[in-house]
């Protein structure tokens, strides 16, 4: 704006009234107004500034209005509660036989279904091997025997014969002894010579002889019937090797079940103590699972014992759940280290082969705690810092101190300052605490 003035100035000097050249050390003209035009622009500024500032409708603020939060609430309830213990645990064989080849040999025949995953019956035929070198050797331990026992009637028989000499050559020394005195008393009288009393008395000394030989016979053939019954004892035994032997050719089930890992087929020849299959009894299936130590001490403190107690196994298959009957039969001989806690075994009450579920199936086992005296039961939503709750006093939130009892699947129980009937806070937010106001949904 400046130099448009100086331009209007420069333009009078040129073309206005005066039009005679400047002369040397004349002033330029300027109007007096001119100077005091920016003072004035910027007066008029500020003052439009303070007209606007002062006619400035003024915004009074209004109250914030207070929140309401919309949430649920349980109600306080006293009662004797039992809960129920959820854990996990897997499907353990109570009984599992490894079965192995008791004889050696060439596999002839297998069972219908001795195959992976088959299920058999008490007494089926599993597998048969090659029989024939054990039927030899039955056989064989017969004939022997038939012949040890033909032996000992032979030695009994010698050992009677001896015997009725031994009676025989007795009663022959009786008499030669009677007639030996009778010689002597003839002697005497001299009836007889001394000659003939010597003949007699060397008669009775033979006689004698032959009673001690009649004697030691008849101990030797009795020796040689005892040698004889150990011998045919001996062959006995023999013969219940080889009939036992015989037996194991064939391999049958000692109860009903499921066959798993075979490794036995037609026409393989296996050696003693080969393994052939495994064999899991079907009725005596268990779950395995791990209390912890305030889980055990809990029961143990209530109940004294856990086994005895009854469970629930829970099997989901699919979209499918399936629930056997289960009884707790033992604990476990040691504490785990790794879960720190106790392991225990429950038997399935199950239908036999008809049961789909096997071992290493993945179930839940669900059973009952202790039972705890006058607690309230709770959503675990409920519970603040551990050990404080929300009642719903007039529509605003009221803390109490609790105290927890246990933890369930369904929730928690808890005693304390609660009073039957109070509604507990059950929702879950970060603004809750004292004097929130809430609204039941």
Known sequence: MLDRYEDEERGSRQ?????????????????????FLPLLILGGAIAAFALLRITQPEVVPEAPEERIWTVNASTVEFADIQPELQVFGEIVPGRKVELRALVAGEILETGENFQEGGIIKADDLLVLIDPFDYEAARDEATAQLDEGRARLSEIKARAVLEGQALVSARQQLTIRQRDLSRAIRLAKGGNISQKT?????????????????????????????EQQQATISRLEVGLRRAERDLNNTRVVSPFTGFVGD????????????????????????????????????????????????????????????????????????????????????????????????????????????????????????????????????????????????????????????????????????????????????
């Open 15 to 35: 073309y206005g009234r005066d039009s005679a050249p400047a002369l040397p050390g004349d002033e330029p003209y300027r109007p007096w107004w001119r100077r």
């Open 197 to 225: 009393v010597d003949d007699r008395r060397l008669a009775v000394s033979q006689q004698e002889a032959a009673v001690d030989q009649r004697v030691s016979n008849v101990a030797v053939e009795n020796s040689r019937v």
């Open 262 to 441: 075979v490794s036995a087929e037609r026409g393989k020849r296996v050696s003693l103590n080969d393994k052939l299959a495994d064999l899991t009894d079907a009725d005596r299936l268990e779950v395995a699972f791990t209390l912890s130590d305030a889980q055990y001490g809990r029961i143990i403190a209530a109940e004294g014992n856990v086994t005895g107690r009854p469970a629930k196994v829970l099997w989901r298959v699919g979209n499918r759940q399936i629930e056997y009957d289960a009884t707790i039969e033992r604990v476990g001989a040691e504490i785990s280290a790794a879960s720190g806690g106790v392991e225990a075994f429950a038997r399935l009450e199950t239908k036999g082969t008809d049961t789909p579920l096997r071992p290493g199936a993945f179930v839940e086992v669900r059973l009952p705690d202790t039972r705890y005296q006058q607690v309230a039961q709770l959503p675990e939503t409920a519970l603040y810092e551990s050990n404080r709750v929300y009642v719903i006093a007039e529509g605003r939130l009221e803390a109490r101190e609790i105290e927890v009892a246990a933890r369930t699947s369904d929730g928690i129980l808890v005693s304390g300052n609660l009073v039957p009937g109070e509604k507990v806070l059950a929702t879950r937010f970060a603004e809750a605490g004292p004097g929130v106001r809430v609204e039941e949904r």
